[in-house]
């Protein structure tokens, strides 16, 4: 079964940074585009970024409200795309989803609290 | 950039068929993919429909999904409602740096 499973969310400072994983399963990663995209309270989904396969560049692109803060990378070998953010801000509290339309997957999602 | 314009609520009744729109606010609904999900309460979206009509397995035939570019939007259509059909549906189609768009979402309720 393809299973997209994150971790790493929790409580963070504004200004402070945490990494996000997201482990892949059931699927060929080294095929996939993976990208991140989030839910804020009560509001709508909104892409955060992508990175693109190795055989396509693995080039990173990002959202403008979050180009310049957070990083995406991956590790074929793992089977992982990881989601560096730093310089965090109250409005980046949300839940944060790992999703690949290579097989039309989401993760459960893992929630990011910024708070002081 | 382009926008993706959903009705904020639809409701129907079971049984019956809905259709939810998604508008795209400028260039054309044909030239990039359009996505489908489902989000119900508590849970994490699924992906209904994908590249404008295709179904994931283990989606059922009654969702469907086409594009009208004399209107510009995509739709989703469910046929034969069913109480679990309640939850939010959202749209995404991509721009021309195949960034992801999503429409605002539509909150479905089966009366």
């Known amino acids: 079964d393809v299973q997209l499973v994150e971790s790493g969310g929790g409580l963070v400072k504004p200004g402070g940074s945490l990494r996000l994983s997201c482990a892949a399963s059931g699927f060929t990663f080294s095929n996939a585009w993976m990208s991140w995209v989030r839910q804020a309270p009560g509001k709508g989904l909104e892409w955060v970024g992508r990175?693109?396969?190795?055989?396509?560049?693995?080039?990173?692109d990002y959202a403008a409200p979050v180009r310049g803060r957070f990083t995406i990378s991956r590790d074929d070998s793992k089977n992982t795309v990881d989601l560096e953010m730093s310089g965090l801000k109250a409005e980046d509290t949300a839940i944060y989803y790992c999703?690949?339309?290579?097989?039309?997957?989401w993760g459960q999602g893992t929630l990011v609290t910024v708070s002081s | 950039n382009f926008m993706l314009t959903q009705p904020h609520s639809v409701s129907e009744s079971p049984g019956r068929p809905v259709t939810i729109s998604c508008t795209r606010s400028?260039?054309?609904?044909?030239?990039?993919?359009v996505q489908w999900y489902r989000q119900r309460p508590g849970s994490a979206p699924t992906t209904l429909i994908y590249e404008d009509n295709q179904r994931p397995s283990g989606v059922p035939a009654r969702f469907s999904g086409s594009i009208d570019s004399s209107s510009n939007s995509a739709s989703l259509t469910i046929s034969g409602l069913k109480t679990e059909d309640e939850a939010d549906y959202y749209c995404?189609?991509?721009?021309?740096?195949?960034?992801?768009?999503f429409g605002g979402g539509t909150k479905l309720t089966v009366l």
């Open positions: 400028s260039g054309s609904i044909a030239s990039n993919y």
């Open positions: 990175i693109k396969r190795w055989t396509d560049g693995g080039t990173t």
């Open positions: 999703v690949t339309n290579y097989v039309q997957a």
């Open positions: 995404q189609s991509f721009d021309s740096s195949n960034h992801w768009v």
